[in-house]
């Protein structure tokens, strides 16, 4: 019983990640804090499904739909929709109505269903709509540029764009990071080390707020299913 996940890297500047995942008889698992919003497509029991995800600002345990097989879309952070506020997504999601097995309703239109090797065929499409937009003081401050405005102007564009603080996707990034490596057994020291925790406890706690597994589990496998790719079969 098991959640089989595969993801790969996006060459568009608009999407981080794309993956699939297939669930065997698993009937919950960890969920992983997160800072991107994305677009997710599932069937089960011969019924189609899409759904707006938001950013995730903790672990906890959610249900997963038995039998079900997903698609999903990962979007770059800085990007958001244009009907919908990213910070109105975060620690939630939106179902979206009138999905069949082909299409799927977004922003009072109907799009067609991607597969996960043309997601990006559908985000192009909805970029050139505009239905998915940019900011791109927010995009310079993560390429690490400083605009010519205020620390506060920043914060406020950078809140209103990705729903959350410029310290709290840091400190996400550097907890999911660190679960990544933990996984394929870099010793928890060395995770301190390359990621800047101030020590063993501090990484610990992070990865119990943002990962909802100890440094041991991560290493052994253990804890039950978790809604992240520790296969490390990441692919650019």
Known sequence: MELRFE???????????VWTCT???????????????????????????AGITGPETRTGTVPVPEGATFTGIDFAVGTSLRAVPTAALVDGGIELPDTTHRTFRLDGERWEKPGPDDAEGLVERLVRTGIVVRDPLVTDVLRGHRPAVSGRTIERRFRAVTGLTRGGVRQIERARKAAELLAVGEPAADVVTKLDYFDESHLARALRSYVGRTAGQLREGAGGAIALDLDQRLTS
């Open 7 to 17: 993801t790969r890297r996006s060459d568009s500047p608009w999407v981080d990640t």
């Open 23 to 49: 669930n065997e008889q698993v009937t919950t698992m960890t969920s992983v804090a997160g800072v991107r919003w994305g677009l997710v497509f599932w069937e089960q029991d011969g019924r189609a499904y």
